[in-house]
T-cell receptor
Framework: GAGVSQSPSNKVTEKGKDVELRCDPI?????LYWYRQSLGQGLEFLIY????????KSGLPSDRFSAERTGGSVSTLTIQRTQQEDSAVYLC???????????FGPGTRLTVT | SQQGEEDPQALSIQEGENATMNCSYK?????LQWYRQNSGRGLVHLIL?????REKHSGRLRVTLDTSKKSSSLLITASRAADTASYFC??????????FGTGTSLTVIP
C-alpha cells in the first residue's frame, strides 16, 4: 500500500474485554513502532520492532499489553482485560530504522466503557 | 524517559507572521525530527536534521540544531491558517526508541 494502515479506525469495548489492534506498515520498512496518545497529550512509546531482532517492549505499561509482528510485516497490539484508562488513540509507525523518518498510520481510537 | 520537550505549549499568531517553536532534549542524538499532527490522529513527518547539521530548510520551514545546548528550533515563515496543528520533536535514544514531547499547539488566526 501507499502508506501505513491501521484497523479498526474506532473501537468501543466494555471494560474487561480483550481487543486487538492491527497495523500494516509500508512494504520494505524494517522498523515498526506502537505509540499511545491520550487526549491532549504527547505520544507514549509502547513497543519497537526492528527486523528479526527481539522487540523492545520496555514501553508497555502492563502485562495486559502485548504485541507481535508476523513475518516482519503486519503487527498486532493486543490489550487484555481492558480498563478505562486504556482509552486513547493507538498509533503505529514504520520506517527504515531509527535513523530515518517515521510514517504514521491514522491511528485507532479505543474507548473502554 | 522524556527525550524531546517542546516550548511553548501553545502559540497563537496572525496569518502571515512567523512561528517559532523550541525543543530541548536530554541525551546525545544521531538526528532530531519534527512532526505535525492535525486533529489528534496520525503524525506527518516534516523535517529531519542530523547531529552534524546546524540548519536545514524545507519550503517555509527552517530547523536549527544546537547540540551543545541540546536544543532545536522550528521556524515556520509566513504562516497560514492551514498551519494550525500540533508540532512535535522526537529523536531516537541509545536504545533506538523514539520519545515525543507533549507538543506545541499552534493556532494561526486568519
Amino acid at each position: 500500500g501507499a502508506g501505513v494502515s491501521q484497523s479498526p479506525s474506532n473501537k468501543v469495548t466494555e471494560k474487561g474485554k480483550d481487543v486487538e489492534l492491527r497495523c500494516d506498515p509500508i512494504s520494505g520498512h524494517t522498523a515498526l513502532y506502537w505509540y499511545r496518545q491520550s487526549l491532549g497529550q504527547g505520544l507514549e512509546f509502547l513497543i519497537y520492532f526492528q527486523g528479526n531482532s527481539a522487540p523492545d517492549k520496555s514501553g508497555l505499561p502492563s502485562d495486559r499489553f502485548s504485541a507481535e509482528r508476523t513475518g516482519g510485516s503486519v503487527s498486532t497490539l493486543t490489550i487484555q482485560r481492558t480498563q478505562q484508562e486504556d482509552s486513547a488513540v493507538y498509533l503505529c509507525a514504520s520506517s527504515f530504522g531509527p535513523l530515518y523518518e517515521q510514517y504514521f498510520g491514522p491511528g485507532t481510537r479505543l474507548t473502554v466503557t | 524517559s522524556q527525550q524531546g520537550e517542546e516550548d511553548p505549549q501553545a502559540l497563537s499568531i496572525q496569518e502571515g507572521e512567523n512561528a517559532t517553536m523550541n525543543c530541548s532534549y536530554k541525551t546525545s542524538i544521531n538526528n532530531l525530527q519534527w512532526y505535525r499532527q492535525n486533529s489528534g490522529r496520525g503524525l506527518v513527518h516534516l523535517i529531519l536534521i542530523r547531529s552534524n547539521e546546524r540548519e536545514k530548510h524545507s519550503g517555509r520551514l527552517r530547523v536549527t540544531l544546537d547540540t551543545s545546548k541540546k536544543s532545536s528550533s522550528l521556524l515556520i515563515t509566513a504562516s497560514r491558517a492551514a498551519d494550525t496543528a500540533s508540532y512535535f520533536c522526537a529523536s531516537p535514544n541509545t536504545g533506538n526508541q523514539f520519545y515525543f514531547g507533549t507538543g506545541t499547539s499552534l493556532t494561526v488566526i486568519p
